[in-house]
Protein backbone atom coordinates (compact mmCIF):
# COMPACT_ATOMS: atom_id res chain seq x y z
CA UNK A 1 0.00 0.00 0.00
CA UNK A 2 1.10 3.28 -0.79
CA UNK A 3 2.26 6.11 2.19
CA UNK A 4 -0.01 9.02 1.99
CA UNK A 5 1.16 11.98 3.43
CA UNK A 6 -0.47 15.35 3.81
CA UNK A 7 0.41 18.58 2.99
CA UNK A 8 -1.33 22.46 3.18
CA UNK A 9 -3.46 23.43 0.53
CA UNK A 10 -1.85 27.19 1.58
CA UNK A 11 2.07 26.56 1.22
CA UNK A 12 4.44 24.38 0.16
CA UNK A 13 6.10 23.56 3.62
CA UNK A 14 6.91 19.84 4.29
CA UNK A 15 4.37 16.90 4.22
CA UNK A 16 3.57 14.87 7.43
CA UNK A 17 1.69 11.83 8.39
CA UNK A 18 -2.15 11.29 8.93
CA UNK A 19 -1.34 11.04 12.82
CA UNK A 20 0.34 13.95 12.63
CA UNK A 21 -2.43 15.85 10.70
CA UNK A 22 -5.09 14.32 12.69
CA UNK A 23 -3.05 16.24 15.79
CA UNK A 24 -2.64 19.47 13.95
CA UNK A 25 -6.11 19.93 12.96
CA UNK A 26 -5.43 23.05 10.80
CA UNK A 27 -1.96 23.63 9.33
CA UNK A 28 0.31 26.55 10.98
CA UNK A 29 -0.16 28.75 7.82
CA UNK A 30 -3.82 28.53 8.34
CA UNK A 31 -4.27 26.17 5.55
CA UNK A 32 -6.02 22.48 5.30
CA UNK A 33 -4.34 19.52 5.39
CA UNK A 34 -4.73 17.74 1.97
CA UNK A 35 -3.78 13.98 1.30
CA UNK A 36 -0.73 14.57 -1.57
CA UNK A 37 -3.04 12.32 -3.65
CA UNK A 38 -6.30 10.29 -3.73
CA UNK A 39 -6.18 6.68 -3.44
CA UNK A 40 -7.94 4.05 -5.57
CA UNK A 41 -10.15 1.43 -3.68
CA UNK A 42 -8.23 -1.83 -4.13
CA UNK A 43 -11.42 -4.04 -3.40
CA UNK A 44 -14.29 -4.70 -6.36
CA UNK A 45 -17.65 -3.38 -5.50
CA UNK A 46 -18.66 -7.06 -4.76
CA UNK A 47 -16.57 -7.48 -2.45
CA UNK A 48 -17.52 -4.43 -0.78
CA UNK A 49 -20.93 -5.68 -1.02
CA UNK A 50 -20.56 -8.17 0.79
CA UNK A 51 -19.11 -6.55 4.03
CA UNK A 52 -20.26 -4.83 6.71
CA UNK A 53 -19.91 -0.81 7.53
CA UNK A 54 -16.99 -1.01 9.66
CA UNK A 55 -15.21 -3.87 6.78
CA UNK A 56 -15.79 -1.05 4.15
CA UNK A 57 -14.83 1.55 6.56
CA UNK A 58 -11.52 0.13 6.98
CA UNK A 59 -10.93 -0.41 2.94
CA UNK A 60 -11.47 3.31 2.81
CA UNK A 61 -9.67 4.62 5.96
CA UNK A 62 -6.72 2.21 5.57
CA UNK A 63 -5.65 3.98 2.03
CA UNK A 64 -5.85 7.21 3.67
CA UNK A 65 -4.55 6.68 7.40
CA UNK A 66 -1.30 5.27 6.24
CA UNK A 67 0.83 5.25 8.98
CA UNK A 68 -1.91 3.92 11.81
CA UNK A 69 -1.58 -0.17 12.10
CA UNK A 70 -4.41 -2.42 10.67
CA UNK A 71 -4.97 -3.29 14.46
CA UNK A 72 -5.08 -0.10 15.62
CA UNK A 73 -7.10 1.44 13.08
CA UNK A 74 -9.82 -1.70 13.30
CA UNK A 75 -9.82 -0.70 17.50
CA UNK A 76 -10.65 3.22 16.05
CA UNK A 77 -13.19 1.55 13.58
CA UNK A 78 -14.46 -0.84 16.13
CA UNK A 79 -14.96 1.65 19.14
CA UNK A 80 -16.88 3.95 16.99
CA UNK A 81 -19.50 2.32 15.11
CA UNK A 82 -20.93 0.11 17.63
CA UNK A 83 -23.89 -0.44 19.71
CA UNK A 84 -24.00 3.50 19.98
CA UNK A 85 -25.91 3.64 16.80
CA UNK A 86 -29.44 2.23 17.08
CA UNK A 87 -29.73 0.16 13.64
CA UNK A 88 -27.10 -2.49 13.06
CA UNK A 89 -26.19 -1.21 9.34
CA UNK A 90 -24.91 1.92 10.91
CA UNK A 91 -25.73 4.01 7.98
CA UNK A 92 -29.29 2.22 6.51
CA UNK A 93 -29.96 3.31 2.87
CA UNK A 94 -34.05 3.52 2.60
CA UNK A 95 -35.69 4.04 -0.70
CA UNK A 96 -38.92 6.76 -0.95
CA UNK A 97 -40.47 7.20 -4.51
CA UNK A 98 -37.44 5.93 -6.44
CA UNK A 99 -35.04 7.90 -4.53
CA UNK A 100 -32.09 6.85 -1.55
CA UNK A 101 -32.44 8.14 1.40
CA UNK A 102 -28.73 7.57 2.54
CA UNK A 103 -29.50 7.96 6.78
CA UNK A 104 -26.97 9.44 8.85
CA UNK A 105 -28.44 9.96 11.83
CA UNK A 106 -28.63 6.50 13.98
CA UNK A 107 -26.04 7.84 15.97
CA UNK A 108 -25.86 8.86 19.90
CA UNK A 109 -26.77 12.34 19.13
CA UNK A 110 -29.27 11.80 15.92
CA UNK A 111 -27.01 14.09 13.41
CA UNK A 112 -24.71 12.98 10.56
CA UNK A 113 -22.03 14.39 12.49
CA UNK A 114 -21.89 11.28 14.31
CA UNK A 115 -20.61 9.64 11.66
CA UNK A 116 -17.26 11.50 11.91
CA UNK A 117 -17.25 12.62 15.48
CA UNK A 118 -17.85 8.51 17.25
CA UNK A 119 -14.23 8.27 15.57
CA UNK A 120 -12.22 10.90 15.84
CA UNK A 121 -11.32 11.11 19.75
CA UNK A 122 -10.04 7.48 18.70
CA UNK A 123 -7.59 8.55 15.92
CA UNK A 124 -6.63 11.37 17.84
CA UNK A 125 -5.91 9.40 20.95
CA UNK A 126 -4.06 6.88 19.02
CA UNK A 127 -2.09 9.29 17.04
CA UNK A 128 -1.24 10.96 20.23
CA UNK A 129 0.21 7.56 21.23
CA UNK A 130 2.33 7.06 17.70
CA UNK A 131 3.43 10.28 17.84
CA UNK A 132 4.79 9.74 21.94
CA UNK A 133 2.50 13.06 23.32
CA UNK A 134 2.45 12.18 26.93
CA UNK A 135 -0.19 15.73 27.19
CA UNK A 136 -3.61 15.28 27.80
CA UNK A 137 -6.10 16.84 24.91
CA UNK A 138 -7.95 19.83 25.19
CA UNK A 139 -10.70 19.74 22.99
CA UNK A 140 -12.09 23.56 22.62
CA UNK A 141 -15.17 23.81 20.98
CA UNK A 142 -17.68 26.74 19.69
CA UNK A 143 -21.05 25.21 18.53
CA UNK A 144 -24.14 26.63 16.96
CA UNK A 145 -25.78 23.42 17.97
CA UNK A 146 -25.34 19.98 16.48
CA UNK A 147 -21.50 19.69 16.27
CA UNK A 148 -20.82 20.59 20.27
CA UNK A 149 -23.47 17.75 21.20
CA UNK A 150 -22.09 15.59 18.85
CA UNK A 151 -18.25 16.33 20.04
CA UNK A 152 -18.95 15.83 23.42
CA UNK A 153 -20.87 12.86 22.74
CA UNK A 154 -17.43 11.01 20.64
CA UNK A 155 -14.94 12.54 23.51
CA UNK A 156 -17.46 11.77 26.69
CA UNK A 157 -14.82 9.51 29.24
CA UNK A 158 -12.35 9.02 25.89
CA UNK A 159 -9.10 8.40 28.46
CA UNK A 160 -6.46 11.02 27.55
CA UNK A 161 -8.83 13.53 26.30
CA UNK A 162 -11.06 16.65 28.24
CA UNK A 163 -13.57 18.60 25.99
CA UNK A 164 -14.97 22.20 26.73
CA UNK A 165 -18.16 23.26 24.49
CA UNK A 166 -18.88 26.62 24.35
CA UNK A 167 -22.23 27.69 22.99
CA UNK A 168 -24.60 30.86 23.14
CA UNK A 169 -26.85 31.46 25.29
CA UNK A 170 -30.76 31.65 24.00
CA UNK A 171 -28.89 31.05 20.56
CA UNK A 172 -29.62 27.02 20.20
CA UNK A 173 -32.77 25.23 20.59
CA UNK A 174 -34.45 23.85 23.80
CA UNK A 175 -33.72 20.27 22.71
CA UNK A 176 -30.31 21.14 21.75
CA UNK A 177 -29.21 22.90 24.68
CA UNK A 178 -30.61 19.85 26.81
CA UNK A 179 -28.96 18.20 24.97
CA UNK A 180 -25.80 19.10 26.34
CA UNK A 181 -26.24 20.73 29.42
CA UNK A 182 -27.01 16.95 30.14
CA UNK A 183 -23.94 15.88 28.49
CA UNK A 184 -22.48 13.14 31.17
CA UNK A 185 -18.54 12.28 31.68
CA UNK A 186 -16.24 13.56 33.87
CA UNK A 187 -14.09 15.02 30.88
CA UNK A 188 -17.09 16.90 29.58
CA UNK A 189 -17.58 20.73 30.15
CA UNK A 190 -20.41 22.74 28.92
CA UNK A 191 -20.50 26.90 28.69
CA UNK A 192 -23.38 29.30 27.96
CA UNK A 193 -21.48 32.14 26.96
CA UNK A 194 -23.48 35.83 26.91
CA UNK A 195 -22.98 36.45 22.87
CA UNK A 196 -23.53 35.22 20.18
CA UNK A 197 -21.75 31.99 17.99
CA UNK A 198 -19.77 34.22 16.16
CA UNK A 199 -17.96 35.38 19.81
CA UNK A 200 -18.22 32.37 20.84
CA UNK A 201 -16.32 31.16 17.68
CA UNK A 202 -13.86 33.74 17.79
CA UNK A 203 -13.24 33.42 21.58
CA UNK A 204 -12.37 29.84 21.27
CA UNK A 205 -10.19 30.80 17.88
CA UNK A 206 -8.12 33.27 20.67
CA UNK A 207 -7.91 31.21 23.04
CA UNK A 208 -5.91 28.54 20.70
CA UNK A 209 -3.95 31.21 19.23
CA UNK A 210 -2.64 32.78 22.80
CA UNK A 211 0.84 31.30 22.97
CA UNK A 212 1.15 32.25 26.49
CA UNK A 213 -1.82 30.34 27.40
CA UNK A 214 -0.17 27.37 25.58
CA UNK A 215 2.64 26.88 27.79
CA UNK A 216 0.90 27.10 30.99
CA UNK A 217 -0.56 23.77 29.69
CA UNK A 218 2.21 22.57 28.19
CA UNK A 219 3.48 22.70 32.02
CA UNK A 220 0.78 21.37 33.47
CA UNK A 221 0.76 18.49 30.90
CA UNK A 222 -2.01 19.96 28.30
CA UNK A 223 -1.98 20.99 24.64
CA UNK A 224 -5.59 22.01 22.70
CA UNK A 225 -7.01 20.28 19.66
CA UNK A 226 -9.91 20.96 17.87
CA UNK A 227 -12.59 18.53 16.40
CA UNK A 228 -14.10 21.00 14.12
CA UNK A 229 -14.51 19.93 10.34
CA UNK A 230 -11.84 21.24 8.81
CA UNK A 231 -9.63 18.06 10.61
CA UNK A 232 -8.76 15.13 8.07
CA UNK A 233 -9.71 13.07 10.52
CA UNK A 234 -13.43 13.83 10.40
CA UNK A 235 -13.68 13.98 6.59
CA UNK A 236 -12.27 10.33 5.41
CA UNK A 237 -14.95 8.87 7.99
CA UNK A 238 -17.44 10.51 5.86
CA UNK A 239 -16.03 9.00 2.52
CA UNK A 240 -16.75 5.62 3.88
CA UNK A 241 -20.54 6.32 3.73
CA UNK A 242 -20.72 6.99 0.24
CA UNK A 243 -18.84 3.61 -0.49
CA UNK A 244 -21.16 1.51 1.47
CA UNK A 245 -24.42 3.21 -0.16
CA UNK A 246 -22.91 2.16 -3.51
CA UNK A 247 -22.17 -1.03 -1.92
CA UNK A 248 -25.77 -1.67 -0.85
CA UNK A 249 -27.26 -0.44 -3.99
CA UNK A 250 -25.28 -3.09 -5.55
CA UNK A 251 -26.06 -5.98 -2.85
CA UNK A 252 -30.26 -5.14 -2.96
CA UNK A 253 -29.85 -5.59 -6.84
CA UNK A 254 -30.95 -1.59 -7.73
CA UNK A 255 -28.03 -1.16 -9.29
CA UNK A 256 -25.52 -3.40 -11.23
CA UNK A 257 -21.69 -3.04 -10.31
CA UNK A 258 -20.29 0.16 -12.46
CA UNK A 259 -23.84 1.43 -12.96
CA UNK A 260 -23.44 5.14 -12.10
CA UNK A 261 -25.17 6.81 -9.67
CA UNK A 262 -25.68 10.50 -8.79
CA UNK A 263 -25.12 12.22 -5.06
CA UNK A 264 -27.12 15.07 -3.21
CA UNK A 265 -26.01 15.99 -0.01
CA UNK A 266 -27.36 19.44 2.16
CA UNK A 267 -24.24 21.31 2.46
CA UNK A 268 -23.26 24.10 4.57
CA UNK A 269 -18.99 23.78 5.39
CA UNK A 270 -18.98 21.77 2.56
CA UNK A 271 -17.30 18.94 4.07
CA UNK A 272 -19.57 16.13 3.54
CA UNK A 273 -20.21 16.43 -0.50
CA UNK A 274 -16.28 16.72 -0.36
CA UNK A 275 -16.28 13.76 1.45
CA UNK A 276 -18.66 12.32 -1.81
CA UNK A 277 -16.22 13.85 -4.18
CA UNK A 278 -13.39 11.66 -2.76
CA UNK A 279 -15.22 8.69 -2.78
CA UNK A 280 -15.67 9.65 -6.72
CA UNK A 281 -12.06 9.70 -7.20
CA UNK A 282 -11.51 6.68 -5.36
CA UNK A 283 -13.63 4.93 -8.26
CA UNK A 284 -16.73 5.04 -6.84
CA UNK A 285 -19.00 5.43 -10.11
CA UNK A 286 -20.11 8.73 -8.92
CA UNK A 287 -22.33 10.97 -11.76
CA UNK A 288 -22.90 14.23 -10.63
CA UNK A 289 -22.42 15.74 -7.34
CA UNK A 290 -25.96 17.69 -6.18
CA UNK A 291 -24.77 20.47 -3.90
CA UNK A 292 -27.87 21.38 -2.14
CA UNK A 293 -27.97 25.17 -0.26
CA UNK A 294 -30.53 26.83 2.04
CA UNK A 295 -31.04 30.69 1.39
CA UNK A 296 -27.40 31.29 2.24
CA UNK A 297 -26.90 30.43 -1.33
CA UNK A 298 -23.50 31.36 -1.61
CA UNK A 299 -22.07 27.96 -3.00
CA UNK A 300 -24.81 28.02 -5.61
CA UNK A 301 -23.83 31.57 -6.57
CA UNK A 302 -20.49 30.40 -7.01
CA UNK A 303 -21.17 27.35 -8.67
CA UNK A 304 -23.36 29.43 -11.54
CA UNK A 305 -21.13 32.75 -11.91
CA UNK A 306 -17.54 31.41 -10.25
CA UNK A 307 -16.99 33.95 -7.74
CA UNK A 308 -17.47 32.79 -3.68
CA UNK A 309 -18.70 36.20 -2.32
CA UNK A 310 -19.85 36.09 1.61
CA UNK A 311 -20.88 39.73 1.42
CA UNK A 312 -24.42 39.17 1.96
CA UNK A 313 -27.34 39.05 4.73
CA UNK A 314 -27.20 36.38 6.96
CA UNK A 315 -30.27 34.29 6.79
CA UNK A 316 -31.68 32.10 9.83
CA UNK A 317 -33.33 29.35 8.78
CA UNK A 318 -35.33 26.20 9.36
CA UNK A 319 -31.88 24.11 8.68
CA UNK A 320 -29.71 26.35 11.17
CA UNK A 321 -26.53 23.99 10.65
CA UNK A 322 -26.59 24.89 7.31
CA UNK A 323 -26.71 28.75 7.74
CA UNK A 324 -22.97 29.32 7.28
CA UNK A 325 -21.61 32.19 4.77
CA UNK A 326 -18.35 30.43 4.66
CA UNK A 327 -17.82 26.82 3.52
CA UNK A 328 -14.44 26.31 4.99
CA UNK A 329 -13.86 22.63 3.55
CA UNK A 330 -14.39 24.35 -0.33
CA UNK A 331 -10.40 25.26 0.17
CA UNK A 332 -9.33 21.83 -0.35
CA UNK A 333 -11.36 21.55 -3.91
CA UNK A 334 -10.03 25.21 -4.78
CA UNK A 335 -6.51 23.93 -4.30
CA UNK A 336 -7.39 20.76 -6.19
CA UNK A 337 -8.97 22.30 -9.07
CA UNK A 338 -5.85 25.11 -9.07
CA UNK A 339 -4.02 21.95 -10.03
CA UNK A 340 -2.40 21.84 -6.47
CA UNK A 341 -1.27 25.19 -6.59
CA UNK A 342 -0.98 26.21 -2.67
CA UNK A 343 -0.07 30.08 -3.63
CA UNK A 344 -2.83 30.20 -6.21
CA UNK A 345 -5.31 28.99 -3.54
CA UNK A 346 -4.11 31.17 -0.60
CA UNK A 347 -3.93 34.22 -2.89
CA UNK A 348 -7.33 33.14 -3.13
CA UNK A 349 -8.33 32.21 0.58
CA UNK A 350 -6.38 35.93 1.06
CA UNK A 351 -9.13 37.84 -0.94
CA UNK A 352 -11.86 36.22 0.90
CA UNK A 353 -10.27 37.23 4.18
CA UNK A 354 -9.93 40.85 3.08
CA UNK A 355 -12.34 41.41 0.72
CA UNK A 356 -15.13 38.72 1.53
CA UNK A 357 -14.69 37.34 -1.97
CA UNK A 358 -12.61 35.80 -4.48
CA UNK A 359 -13.13 34.52 -8.11
CA UNK A 360 -11.88 31.73 -9.78
CA UNK A 361 -10.56 31.58 -13.31
CA UNK A 362 -12.46 29.73 -16.88
CA UNK A 363 -9.80 26.80 -16.27
CA UNK A 364 -10.70 26.02 -12.80
CA UNK A 365 -14.48 26.52 -13.61
CA UNK A 366 -14.25 24.02 -16.47
CA UNK A 367 -13.37 21.07 -13.74
CA UNK A 368 -16.68 21.97 -11.54
CA UNK A 369 -18.52 19.89 -14.00
CA UNK A 370 -19.22 17.08 -11.60
CA UNK A 371 -20.97 19.67 -9.96
CA UNK A 372 -24.53 20.60 -9.66
CA UNK A 373 -25.60 23.78 -7.51
CA UNK A 374 -29.34 25.13 -6.45
CA UNK A 375 -30.86 26.09 -3.13
CA UNK A 376 -34.38 25.84 -1.35
CA UNK A 377 -36.15 28.14 0.47
CA UNK A 378 -38.04 27.66 3.58
CA UNK A 379 -41.53 27.44 2.22
CA UNK A 380 -40.32 24.61 -0.87
CA UNK A 381 -37.96 22.84 2.45
CA UNK A 382 -41.87 23.07 4.47
CA UNK A 383 -44.00 21.86 1.10
CA UNK A 384 -41.47 19.39 0.61
CA UNK A 385 -41.85 17.50 3.96
CA UNK A 386 -45.57 18.12 4.44
CA UNK A 387 -46.08 16.27 0.75
CA UNK A 388 -44.00 13.19 1.21
CA UNK A 389 -45.10 12.33 4.47
CA UNK A 390 -48.69 12.75 3.15
CA UNK A 391 -47.85 10.52 0.09
CA UNK A 392 -45.72 8.12 1.76
CA UNK A 393 -45.65 8.28 5.16
CA UNK A 394 -41.81 9.28 5.13
CA UNK A 395 -40.82 11.96 7.59
CA UNK A 396 -37.64 13.84 6.76
CA UNK A 397 -36.12 16.66 8.74
CA UNK A 398 -35.79 20.37 7.88
CA UNK A 399 -31.90 19.97 6.20
CA UNK A 400 -32.43 16.94 4.57
CA UNK A 401 -35.79 18.45 2.81
CA UNK A 402 -33.10 21.13 0.77
CA UNK A 403 -31.50 18.31 -0.40
CA UNK A 404 -34.88 17.00 -1.75
CA UNK A 405 -35.81 20.39 -3.39
CA UNK A 406 -32.91 20.62 -4.93
CA UNK A 407 -33.07 17.65 -5.92
CA UNK A 408 -36.14 17.87 -7.90
CA UNK A 409 -35.06 20.72 -9.07
CA UNK A 410 -32.41 19.09 -10.67
CA UNK A 411 -34.41 16.60 -12.29
CA UNK A 412 -36.52 19.31 -13.96
CA UNK A 413 -33.64 21.45 -14.59
CA UNK A 414 -32.04 18.38 -16.72
CA UNK A 415 -34.55 15.36 -16.94
CA UNK A 416 -31.57 13.10 -15.77
CA UNK A 417 -33.33 9.89 -14.05
CA UNK A 418 -30.20 8.10 -12.77
CA UNK A 419 -30.34 6.54 -9.57
CA UNK A 420 -29.37 9.09 -6.93
CA UNK A 421 -28.45 8.81 -3.19
CA UNK A 422 -29.55 11.71 -0.83
CA UNK A 423 -27.69 12.50 2.07
CA UNK A 424 -30.06 12.37 4.83
CA UNK A 425 -28.62 14.24 7.29
CA UNK A 426 -30.66 14.68 10.59
CA UNK A 427 -33.45 12.49 12.07
CA UNK A 428 -36.88 14.74 11.99
CA UNK A 429 -36.80 14.13 15.80
CA UNK A 430 -33.96 16.48 16.00
CA UNK A 431 -35.48 19.77 14.49
CA UNK A 432 -39.11 18.44 15.78
CA UNK A 433 -40.95 22.00 15.80
CA UNK A 434 -40.07 22.86 11.83
CA UNK A 435 -40.61 19.57 10.78
CA UNK A 436 -44.12 19.48 12.92
CA UNK A 437 -44.58 22.60 11.55
CA UNK A 438 -44.09 22.10 7.95
CA UNK A 439 -46.29 19.49 8.28
CA UNK A 440 -49.25 21.41 10.06
CA UNK A 441 -48.91 24.88 11.33
CA UNK A 442 -51.46 24.22 14.14
CA UNK A 443 -48.42 22.70 15.78
CA UNK A 444 -46.88 26.06 16.34
CA UNK A 445 -49.45 26.60 19.14
CA UNK A 446 -47.94 23.72 21.27
CA UNK A 447 -45.01 25.48 23.30
CA UNK A 448 -43.15 22.17 24.53
CA UNK A 449 -40.84 20.37 22.26
CA UNK A 450 -41.30 17.36 23.91
CA UNK A 451 -45.01 17.79 23.37
CA UNK A 452 -44.41 17.65 19.58
CA UNK A 453 -41.67 14.67 20.14
CA UNK A 454 -44.81 12.80 20.96
CA UNK A 455 -46.76 13.44 18.50
CA UNK A 456 -44.30 12.68 15.95
CA UNK A 457 -43.84 9.23 16.81
CA UNK A 458 -47.27 9.22 16.94
CA UNK A 459 -47.98 10.46 12.97
CA UNK A 460 -45.13 9.27 11.87
CA UNK A 461 -45.66 5.60 13.36
CA UNK A 462 -41.94 6.32 14.59
CA UNK A 463 -39.82 4.90 17.66
CA UNK A 464 -38.42 8.01 19.83
CA UNK A 465 -35.15 7.69 19.23
CA UNK A 466 -33.07 7.19 22.65
CA UNK A 467 -31.02 10.04 22.45
CA UNK A 468 -34.29 12.24 23.15
CA UNK A 469 -35.86 9.87 25.71
CA UNK A 470 -32.23 10.09 27.75
CA UNK A 471 -32.29 13.76 27.51
CA UNK A 472 -35.93 14.08 28.52
CA UNK A 473 -35.63 13.49 32.33
CA UNK A 474 -31.83 13.69 32.87
CA UNK A 475 -30.26 15.91 35.64
CA UNK A 476 -29.14 19.09 34.68
CA UNK A 477 -25.16 18.53 35.17
CA UNK A 478 -23.84 21.85 33.54
CA UNK A 479 -25.03 25.15 34.59
CA UNK A 480 -22.28 27.10 33.82
CA UNK A 481 -22.92 30.86 31.68
CA UNK A 482 -19.82 33.49 31.18
CA UNK A 483 -18.90 36.49 29.24
CA UNK A 484 -17.35 36.62 26.18
CA UNK A 485 -14.18 37.91 28.00
CA UNK A 486 -14.40 35.90 30.42
CA UNK A 487 -13.88 32.53 28.11
CA UNK A 488 -10.02 32.03 29.39
CA UNK A 489 -10.06 32.24 32.38
CA UNK A 490 -13.30 29.51 33.02
CA UNK A 491 -10.91 27.11 30.41
CA UNK A 492 -8.18 27.57 33.35
CA UNK A 493 -10.45 26.86 36.17
CA UNK A 494 -11.84 23.34 34.42
CA UNK A 495 -8.35 22.65 34.02
CA UNK A 496 -7.21 23.53 37.66
CA UNK A 497 -4.31 25.57 35.96
C1 LIG B 1 -23.38 20.00 9.70
C2 LIG B 1 -24.68 19.65 9.06
C3 LIG B 1 -24.90 19.83 7.67
C4 LIG B 1 -23.86 20.44 6.75
O1 LIG B 1 -22.78 19.58 6.51
P1 LIG B 1 -21.41 20.15 5.93
O2 LIG B 1 -20.47 19.02 5.99
O3 LIG B 1 -21.03 21.27 6.86
O4 LIG B 1 -21.68 20.65 4.56
C5 LIG B 1 -26.13 19.43 7.13
N1 LIG B 1 -27.10 18.92 7.92
C6 LIG B 1 -26.92 18.74 9.24
C7 LIG B 1 -28.05 18.19 10.05
C8 LIG B 1 -25.72 19.09 9.87
O5 LIG B 1 -25.58 18.91 11.19
Known amino acids: MEEILYKSTRSNSEPIKASEAILKGLADDGGLFVPEKLPKLEVSIEELAKMTYQEVAYEVMKLFFTDFTEEELKNCINNAYDSKFDTEEIAPLVEVEGKYFLELFHGKTIAFKDMALSILPHLMTTSAKKNNIKNEIVILTATSGDTGKAALAGFADVPGTKI ?9 SQIQERQMVT ?20 GVKAIFSNKELAKLMDENGYQF ?20 AYSRLVKEGKIASGDLINVDVPTGNFGNILAAFFAKNMGVPIAKLICASNENKVLYDFFRTGTYDKNREFILTTSP ?18 GSDAIKNKSMMDSLISTGAYKIDDKMKEQLDDFYG ?26 TAVAAVVYEKYVKDTGDNTPTVIASTASPFKFTRSVMNSIDPKY ?12 LAKIGNLEIPSAITEIRDAEILHNNKCEVAGMEDIVKKFLNI
Open 225 to 244: SSANSINIGRLVPQVAYYVF
Open 444 to 455: GKVDDDFELVDE
Open 374 to 399: NYATQDESADVIKRTYEETGYVMDTH
Open 164 to 172: IVFYPDGGV
Open 183 to 202: QKGDNTFVVAIKGNFDQAQS
Open 321 to 338: SMDILISSNLERLIFKIA
